[in-house]
């Protein structure tokens, strides 16, 4: 069956490093893989989107990677700041047209002073 | 900046009772979606709509009906509303393909049904 696992325990990282996510896929061939951020109470916020023939995308102190062979994206936040601390969603788009996305579960990230 | 608005943040309603939850955007996306959101479970999509009239089954469709009069309207339908149906209820809106796929979700209505 089509699965998208994301860490589900909570990342602790100490002010200043990078944060490293990770979504890991199966059972999917998606043409697009998304990541947005979700604040507690609030909606998600879309942050960055990557397609299948993108290797890497940057967006301010923000990456994401895409590797379609190991079925793996990487969200990667730079110089972390404790407003960096939210849960951050996975989600993809498995082809063209107006399908929902699938979402992973989240990760939720807490950058420390 | 898209704006998707939702009718209410926290909604209590009785078992058995109809629910409405009513969603707007103001981008004129041809593309709306509902998910429902619960710990453990993550967002998980029960309607999409692609056009004004058109509708689409997610992934968790029982127990609720959608309806799309006007592009910018979408509405959520619960016929009767059961305790399971207890959850974070979810708006968004996309432009056409081909545009980009990024959603943009609304604040969110948290309804508990007793």
């Known amino acids: 069956s089509q699965k998208i696992e994301q860490n589900s325990e909570a990342l602790n990282i100490q002010e200043g490093k990078t944060a490293t996510l990770t979504c890991n896929y199966t059972?999917?061939?998606?043409?697009?893989l998304q990541w947005y951020r979700q604040d507690p109470g609030r909606g998600p916020v879309f942050l960055l989107l990557i397609r299948e023939n993108e290797k890497e995308k940057r967006k301010e102190r923000l990456k994401v990677t895409f590797d379609t062979t190991l079925k793996q994206s990487l969200f990667h936040i730079t110089a972390s700041q404790p407003a960096d601390s939210a849960t951050y969603l996975c989600a993809l788009v498995a082809g063209g047209g107006a399908d929902g996305l699938t979402f992973g579960k989240g990760t939720h990230l807490i950058i420390q002073p | 900046d898209v704006k998707v608005t939702q009718s209410s943040r926290y909604l209590v309603k009785r078992t058995g009772e109809k629910v409405f939850l009513e969603c707007v955007q103001d981008m004129d996306h041809e593309n709306m979606f509902w998910y429902r959101q619960d710990p453990g479970l993550g967002l998980r999509l029960i309607y999409f709509?692609?056009?004004?009239?058109m509708k689409e089954k997610g992934d968790i469709p029982e127990g609720y009906s959608v309806s799309r009069e006007k592009k910018e309207r979408f509405s959520l339908i619960l016929e009767s509303a059961s305790t399971n149906q207890t959850s974070m209820y979810l708006c968004?809106?996309?432009?056409?393909w081909g545009q980009g796929l990024e959603q943009y979700f609304g604040p969110g209505t948290r309804l508990t049904v007793t």
């Open positions: 059972n999917y061939s998606p043409a697009y």
């Open positions: 709509s692609y056009d004004v009239k």
């Open positions: 968004a809106s996309s432009p056409h």
